[in-house]
């Protein structure tokens, strides 16, 4: 196909982008160059605010929406924006031509002996604004040709979110800004600006093991929950003027955060403590951010016509909602706590992972924090966690009900979602499946997740997919036999999955097995030397489910073996890393970091400590 056939409304960075992705895999699969016509064949790409369609404009309820319509050969793509026009193009890609996007190094073009041509369709999309987080879609402070590769990834995976700033020709900036993105409180009323006339405004607390300063969210807060307007200086007064610069230095931001610390600590002082008792941490965090979205919104329309929301999280300390029990309903502690139309409130909290978000299955706590959260505000966004941030390589079986997250979601109309995986590493074969489910399932929920995966799997490990799906399938019949028992089994963080009673060992050493029997297919596939050598690479990654658990329940799984033979397994474990090519064992920690951990003393009493928690919380909660 040549350039020549494909028509611009303008030509900016984006709509080029768009047109440079349909000429490099269109002629791909025809097996052309750019030189080559497809004779009668016309492509439009058109901005809405280049040539307005009422028609189209009218089915439009969401801002990347996008039209196709097809009259002959001559094909027109139409949207609002750039970012739809350059969704359009990918759909047209996945649905029409079948190529595959599962990495930002991995993707599959079939071969066509003639074009494909898509059909009359308007797609609004599921969620505004999603994202599976993993290194391919994570771009926080890289340099510039990273940032472009990830950009350029992100949007052949539909993945459109705040961990990764868009340039102009990736669509544009997305409509998300706030200093340090989440959990900044601090951002916003700095203590080195602030602190030496106000330190009563400033509380030191420590974050993963840093120490730091937060703010006194109730400083300005009237009792009735609005703006304190005695002329004095406040932690709500700046906030909102700090917020203001930020806004007006940001044409593109509608959305803004204003979200507590990491971790369980917080301001607190006796006044916070009386105004805890009677709106719970949740409530004064909801009386505060309604306090500065109702002098920033009606500000921001008057002097720049725009119009702003706030999020804010419900998360750790804030997760119980700031409600109480009347008969069957949750209501509100008080009308102060009800969230302005304006603040957006982010769901944030984690989960037994072998269960689905909405399964009946699923731990009480997730349930009820649902429950609790409904009806208080009137927009919502999501943040999953899907990877065991202690160990990576721990075999996480959340794959079955991915399909059904996303349409709970759905159903519950999530605006953004997102679903946090081990965003600093590139080469998790677990997460790099899941993501790529999760992508092709938030911008399309009806697709078969079965499918995908079988699909995925095949290009991935080519001659060894079989092993690889045979692995999975017996780490899930355990598991499944494990919850059948009623065995204390909780997928998560530091969770019991790898406990030697709930991951025996003759289902590790047959996960070994059935890998080292994929590698036996890949040698004796007709591949050339480069081929094996991939599949044998990624094959490696996938390795490491099952000796990294070998490693760590060595003496649990082999009683009667010693100190030389532990050692042996920690090596291979630490060897087949290297050949996969993978980075990270933990969050923040390298495999030889993670490797040191497991041999340190506190290791040995951790888990430990972690189990007795969990089996006192779900004791608490059947009780």
Not at 322 to 349: I, Q, R, S
Not at 601 to 606: A, N
């Amino acid at each position: 196909m040549t350039p020549e056939q494909i028509e611009l409304s303008r030509n900016d960075a984006s709509l080029t982008l768009a047109k440079q992705l349909l000429l490099t895999y269109v002629n791909r699969a025809l097996g052309q160059s750019e030189k080559d016509e497809i004779p009668g064949v016309h492509f439009s790409l058109v901005l809405a605010k280049d040539h307005p369609n009422p028609a189209f404009d009218a089915k439009f309820e969401k801002e990347n929406a996008y039209a196709v319509s097809v009259q002959g050969k001559s094909i027109l793509f139409y949207a609002k924006t750039e970012r739809g026009l350059l969704d359009a193009m990918v759909s047209y890609l996945e649905k029409d031509l079948h190529i595959r996007f599962y990495t930002s190094e991995i993707e599959y073009v079939p071969s066509f002996s003639s074009l494909p041509l898509p059909k009359n369709e308007i797609m609004n999309p599921v969620f505004s604004m999603r994202n599976y987080l993993t290194a391919d879609t994570y771009s926080m402070n890289e340099d510039e040709v990273t940032r472009i590769s990830k950009e350029t990834f992100m949007i052949k995976a539909h993945a459109l979110g705040a961990f990764t700033p868009y340039d102009e020709e990736h669509g544009g900036l997305i409509p998300f800004y706030a200093r340090g993105l989440f959990h900044n409180f601090h951002c916003y009323c700095p203590y080195e600006v602030y602190g030496k006339d106000h330190p009563e405004f400033f509380q030191p607390i420590e974050v993963n093991g840093h120490k730091m300063m937060t703010i006194d969210i109730t400083n300005g807060i009237a009792e009735n929950g609005s703006l304190l307007r005695d002329g004095k200086v406040s932690v709500a007064n700046i906030v909102i003027e700090e917020m203001k610069k930020d806004i007006r230095s940001h044409p593109s931001l509608r959305y803004i955060s204003l979200t507590q610390e990491d971790g369980e600590r917080y301001f607190d002082d006796e006044h916070n403590r009386a105004e805890e008792k009677k709106y719970r941490r949740s409530g004064m965090l909801i009386r505060f951010c309604n306090a500065i979205i109702r002098e920033i919104h009606p500000w921001a329309l008057k002097e720049l016509g725009r119009d702003i929301k706030l999020v804010t999280f419900a998360y750790s300390y804030t997760a119980h909602a700031p409600v109480k029990k009347e008969g069957d309903h949750y209501v509100p502690l008080d009308p102060t706590v009800v969230c302005d139309p304006n603040l957006y409130v982010m769901l944030a909290f984690p989960c037994n992972g072998f269960y689905s978000y909405f399964s009946s299955k699923q731990c009480d706590q997730v349930k009820q924090t649902f429950a609790e959260w409904k009806g208080l505000a009137s927009h919502y966004w999501f943040w999953g966690y899907d990877i065991d941030f202690a160990n990576y390589s721990a075999y996480f079986d959340s794959f079955e009900h991915i399909v059904e997250n996303v349409r709970g979601f759905q159903k519950n109309h999530i605006d953004y979602l997102l679903i946090n995986g081990p965003y600093d590493t590139k080469y998790n074969w677990q997460c790099n499946l899941r993501a790529y489910l999760y992508r092709r399932l938030m911008w399309d929920p009806s697709l078969d997740q079965n499918a995908l995966t079988k699909d995925y799997l095949e290009h991935v490990y080519g001659p060894a997919a079989k092993f690889v799906e045979a692995m999975m399938t017996l780490y899930h019949q355990n598991y499944e036999s494990v919850a059948r028992r009623g065995h204390d089994l909780y997928l998560d963080t530091w969770g019991t999955h790898v406990y030697p009673e709930n991951l025996p060992v003759s289902v590790v050493e047959e996960a070994l097995r059935l890998l080292e029997e994929g590698d036996k297919a890949i040698d004796e596939a007709p591949l050339s030397l480069h081929e094996k050598e991939t599949y044998h690479r990624r094959l490696s990654a996938v390795k490491l489910s099952p000796l990294n658990v070998r490693y760590i329940n060595f003496h649990a799984y082999y009683p009667t073996k010693g100190e030389a033979e532990r050692q042996a397994a920690k090596e291979a474990y630490l060897q087949e890393a290297k050949k996969s090519g993978d980075t990270n064992a933990r969050e923040y920690f390298s495999y030889a970091k993670y490797v040191d951990y497991v041999e340190s003393e506190d290791y040995k009493i951790h888990p430990i400590r972690v189990r007795e928690h969990l089996l006192t919380k779900h004791a608490e909660e059947k009780r």
